[in-house]
RNA sequence: CGGGGCGUGGCGCAGCCCGGUUUAGCGCGCUUGGUUUGGGACCAAGAGGUCGCGGGUUCGAAUCCCGCCGCCCCGACCA
């Protein structure tokens, strides 16, 4: 059993914690809520941004770069937005040792500056659409700082496009919505519900926003991406307006989307156990490791040499060999259970006979003996079955812990267990939102797109409602 | 912002109540040498500390008093 992480059962909570810091993921910095990750936690990170990056483009987007500074008076330029995000501002006051004049807010997501920009970049229907993505850092001050769920400064994505309608935002709103929910299944492994927010929970200048929502491993609801349309609130704001074919000056339409480093917790507690992280094979940085056994220094080298004769050919970010002298083959095989590799290979005296290896995965444990002719391509088959065992896994358990429920009495009681709950509620009303939240600290995580034509009592007020959504206690 | 916890070598902690035999200790890690190596090795010798900060009490403070600061965790708010 692994050495100083808690047990899932014990506190799923603490549990976290220490599979984050275990595995070498991220640590605490000397200032509240911020983080330093770590090579084995960025390199998760490089991953999703290589695989994301790949079907941002596929989809026609370009990336560029904003200043992370934006003058404090761009942010009150959208009534609302400036409501949603004004309170968790960091903001510079001075410069140089000097008073600025105005101050700047380190940019919490970057609609008013890149929205002033637009403006400069606008003037024809020829002009658009805009399709950009930035990667980059924000800052929001959090009251409660959680590793990487919730930062002070985190790391993520934000697409901001611009249109000349609003069909054809909600297309591009509708189309990258579901790059998240794919990406979200076939490589992070992880199902998700798909869904429109409520108006409370809509991001704060949006019209509407879409979402994906994970169920975590203790029955909590993750918020994993977010898509919104802007409809023209940003461009009034900013006053981007073009002409159109019909020589009718418009405001533009607008989108943005976004994923972040937020993700990375989300695979934790997707797949990790009380040994340690696993990674979903798609993701790793290092899908494979080779783990030496000898007695003698003889021996060594001969199952060194062997080692990297098998392997002369093979991609060197595929695997690695672990000949590290100073630690026995126990210490090696624990050290990368934790750290979440999702192959280790043993490989002894014995195996350099048999033309053998042992080869054991990470999500189940098994181990196999692999011939070590054609053992590249066992592999690669071997991480197909984990990728889809990990997601299989994780779609039963969130389909095992959706539940439906009509009476709110029983939701109450049930509410706490976890889960995602299906259930009429009178979304529309925020008084009724309000009293779910205070009654079960739970919310509603969206209004799922793939709801089935049901009516029903708001199991609260007894209004009719139109469709079930989906509720839970949320990260 | 409420509640709790904690600040002592790199990390995790003990010592504090009851001030002085403590030259501030233990485990892990680290360095060197040797033996080991198919599920977290062992022996030996070493290196490494302004006890969060500032006052105060005292012959004497990691320890008592006052003040401050910081971080973590749990809740309310949020990707």
Same mark, same amino acid.
């Given at each position: #059993?692994?050495?100083?992480?808690?047990?899932?059962?014990?506190?799923?909570?603490? /549990? %976290?914690?220490?599979?984050?810091?275990?595995?070498?993921?991220?640590?605490?910095?000397?200032?509240? $809520?911020?983080?330093?990750?770590?090579?084995?936690?960025?390199?998760?990170?490089?991953?999703?941004?290589?695989?994301?990056?790949?079907?941002?483009?596929?989809?026609?987007?370009?990336?560029?770069?904003?200043?992370?500074?934006?003058?404090?008076?761009?942010?009150?330029?959208?009534?609302?937005?400036?409501?949603?995000?004004?309170?968790?501002?960091?903001?510079?006051?001075?410069?140089?040792?000097?008073?600025?004049?105005?101050?700047?807010?380190?940019?919490?997501?970057?609609? &008013?500056?890149? /929205?002033?920009?637009?403006?400069?970049?606008?003037?024809?229907?020829?002009?658009?659409?805009?399709?950009?993505?930035?990667?980059?850092?924000?800052?929001?001050?959090?009251?409660?700082?959680?590793?990487?769920?919730?930062?002070?400064?985190? *790391?993520?994505?934000?697409?901001?496009?611009?249109?000349?309608?609003?069909?054809?935002?909600?297309?591009?709103?509708?189309? #990258?919505?579901? =790059?998240?929910?794919?990406?979200?299944?076939?490589?992070?492994?992880?199902?998700?519900?798909?869904?429109?927010?409520?108006?409370?929970?809509?991001?704060? !200048?949006?019209?509407?926003?879409?979402?994906?929502?994970?169920?975590?491993?203790?029955?909590?609801?993750?918020?994993?991406?977010?898509?919104?349309? *802007?409809?023209?609130?940003?461009?009034?704001?900013?006053?981007?307006?073009?002409?159109?074919?019909?020589?009718?000056?418009?405001? =533009?339409?607008? &989108?943005?989307?976004?994923?972040?480093?937020?993700?990375? !917790?989300?695979?934790? #507690?997707?797949?990790?156990?009380?040994? $340690?992280?696993?990674?979903?094979?798609?993701?790793?940085?290092?899908?494979?490791?080779? =783990?030496?056994?000898?007695?003698?220094?003889?021996?060594?080298?001969?199952?060194?040499?062997?080692?990297?004769?098998?392997?002369?050919?093979?991609?060197?970010?595929?695997?690695?060999?672990?000949?590290?002298?100073?630690?026995?083959?126990?210490?090696?095989?624990?050290? /990368?259970?934790?750290?979440?590799?999702?192959?280790?290979?043993?490989?002894?005296?014995?195996?350099?006979?048999?033309?053998?290896?042992?080869?054991?995965?990470?999500?189940?444990?098994?181990?196999?003996?692999?011939?070590?002719?054609?053992?590249?391509?066992?592999?690669?088959?071997?991480?197909?079955?984990?990728?889809?065992?990990?997601?299989?896994?994780?779609?039963?358990? &969130?389909?095992?812990?959706?539940?439906? +429920?009509?009476?709110?009495?029983? %939701?109450?009681?049930?509410?706490?267990?976890?889960?995602?709950?299906? +259930?009429?509620?009178?979304?529309?009303?925020?008084?009724?939102?309000?009293?779910?939240?205070?009654?079960?600290?739970?919310?509603?995580?969206?209004?799922?797109?793939?709801?089935?034509?049901?009516?029903?009592?708001? #199991?609260?007020?007894?209004?009719?409602?139109? !469709?079930?959504?989906?509720?839970?206690?949320?990260?």
């Amino acid at each position: #059993m692994a050495k100083g992480i808690t047990k899932r059962a014990d506190d799923y909570a603490q /549990w %976290y914690i220490d599979i984050v810091l275990k595995a070498d993921m991220a640590d605490y910095s000397p200032v509240k $809520g911020c983080m330093v990750i770590k090579p084995n936690g960025y390199g998760i990170w490089e991953r999703i941004q290589q695989h994301l990056d790949r079907m941002f483009k596929e989809t026609g987007h370009v990336n560029a770069y904003f200043p992370v500074f934006i003058p404090e008076s761009f942010l009150k330029k959208e009534a609302e937005h400036v409501k949603g995000f004004a309170p968790e501002c960091a903001v510079v006051t001075h410069g140089g040792g000097k008073l600025l004049e105005e101050p700047l807010v380190i940019r919490p997501t970057s609609e &008013t500056i890149i /929205w002033s920009t637009y403006k400069n970049w606008i003037s024809s229907y020829r002009d658009l659409p805009i399709l950009i993505n930035q990667w980059a850092n924000v800052c929001r001050w959090e009251m409660r700082t959680r590793l990487f769920l919730r930062t002070t400064e985190f *790391l993520w994505q934000e697409g901001h496009t611009a249109h000349a309608t609003h069909e054809e935002a909600e297309e591009e709103t509708v189309r #990258m919505v579901h =790059v998240y929910r794919r990406f979200a299944e076939e490589y992070m492994a992880m199902p998700v519900v798909v869904g429109r927010k409520t108006e409370q929970e809509k991001f704060a !200048g949006a019209e509407h926003t879409y979402c994906i929502e994970a169920l975590m491993q203790d029955g909590k609801a993750l918020q994993a991406g977010t898509s919104h349309h *802007l409809g023209q609130n940003f461009a009034k704001a900013f006053d981007v307006k073009f002409q159109d074919r019909d020589k009718e000056l418009k405001y =533009v339409y607008a &989108t943005s989307w976004g994923v972040s480093t937020r993700l990375i !917790g989300g695979i934790v #507690m997707t797949h990790s156990d009380d040994n $340690g992280l696993v990674i979903p094979p798609r993701l790793a940085p290092l899908p494979v490791v080779f =783990v030496p056994i000898w007695k003698s220094d003889a021996e060594r080298d001969v199952v060194c040499e062997k080692a990297r004769e098998i392997t002369r050919d093979w991609d060197p970010l595929f695997y690695r060999i672990d000949d590290r002298d100073q630690y026995k083959p126990g210490y090696k095989f624990n050290d /990368w259970e934790l750290k979440g590799v999702p192959i280790r290979v043993e490989i002894g005296p014995r195996d350099v006979q048999n033309n053998t290896v042992v080869a054991v995965r990470r999500d189940t444990g098994e181990k196999q003996a692999l011939s070590m002719d054609g053992l590249r391509e066992h592999l690669t088959r071997l991480l197909d079955d984990i990728q889809n065992n990990l997601f299989a896994r994780a779609e039963q358990r &969130t389909r095992d812990n959706t539940h439906t +429920v009509d009476d709110y009495e029983e %939701y109450k009681a049930r509410i706490d267990q976890g889960g995602f709950f299906r +259930v009429f509620l009178d979304h529309a009303n925020p008084e009724v939102e309000a009293k779910l939240q205070e009654d079960t600290r739970s919310t509603v995580r969206c209004i799922p797109f793939d709801a089935p034509d049901e009516e029903g009592p708001c #199991m609260i007020t007894g209004k009719l409602c139109k !469709g079930r959504v989906i509720a839970a206690q949320a990260y």
